[in-house]
């Protein structure tokens, strides 16, 4: 069954460092979202993604966040200038068409020191 | 955006016993979907409700749409061990990117 990957699983970073996290969504889906969930808490959503732009984004999604799909296949995340609270679980998901389910990827762990 | 409310946190269970956990929202929902997170896992789909009234079963499991689309709840009949994690009510967000709205999860523990 295909499923959504991401790279890496975890990641360690200065505070101030650029980090970009990867993700890889199902082929043939045509939605693609970015999700994060500090430790303990409940998932939240960043910013979703559709034709090639920004469709939609949450107060958390600020100017240091930056999304790019720059081939047919990947999907990044990119946070600027890290800072400690951005230390969480960091989930891309997909779906082939509005309205139906959501596939998660493993998500990737954030640590900022 | 469409806030939703899930009762309780967190619940304790022995083996055997039935478990169910409610999301309540103030506005009208256009569907809901729920989904399952295992303890260092990643949200696994479970269910998606539309219809007013709707009650769908997956084994052990039975999933309920309200009358007027403003709640859902999740039964579990008989828990298992493997029905440990936590349980998230989602409904889209009504905007152009049809982003998934978590609820805070009900956290179920199933001691044998």
């Known amino acids: 069954e295909p499923e959504v990957t991401q790279t890496p699983s975890h990641q360690v970073t200065q505070m101030g460092q650029e980090v970009i996290l990867r993700c890889v969504p199902i082929?043939?889906?045509?939605?693609f979202y970015w999700y994060r969930q500090i430790l303990g808490q409940k998932v939240e959503f960043l910013v979703s993604?559709?034709?090639?732009?920004?469709?939609?984004k949450s107060e958390i999604f600020d100017d240091q966040f930056s999304v790019e799909r720059p081939d047919g296949s990947n999907f990044t995340l990119k946070i600027r200038s890290t800072k400690l609270e951005d230390s969480a679980m960091y989930f891309c998901?997909?779906?082939?068409?509005?309205?139906?389910?959501?596939?998660f990827g493993d998500g990737t762990r954030l640590s900022i020191l | 955006g469409q806030q939703v409310m899930q009762i309780p946190q967190y619940q304790h269970v022995q083996e055997g016993e039935d478990f169910t956990t409610y999301c309540n929202s103030s506005t009208t929902l256009s569907n809901i979907q729920w989904y399952k997170q295992r303890p260092g896992g990643h949200p696994v789909f479970l269910i998606q409700?539309?219809?007013?009234?709707e009650v769908k079963k997956q084994k052990r499991l039975t999933f309920q749409f309200g009358e007027a689309k403003k709640n859902s709840s999740l039964h579990i009949t008989a828990t298992q061990t493997t029905d440990v994690g936590t349980y998230f009510c989602a409904p889209d967000l009504t905007n152009s990117g049809y982003a998934l709205n978590f609820g805070k999860g009900t956290s179920l523990l199933v001691t044998p």
């Open positions: 998901a997909s779906r082939r068409q509005a309205y139906q389910p959501q596939h």
């Open positions: 082929s043939n889906h045509l939605y």
């Open positions: 409700l539309v219809k007013s009234g």
């Open positions: 993604f559709y034709n090639n732009e920004i469709s939609e």
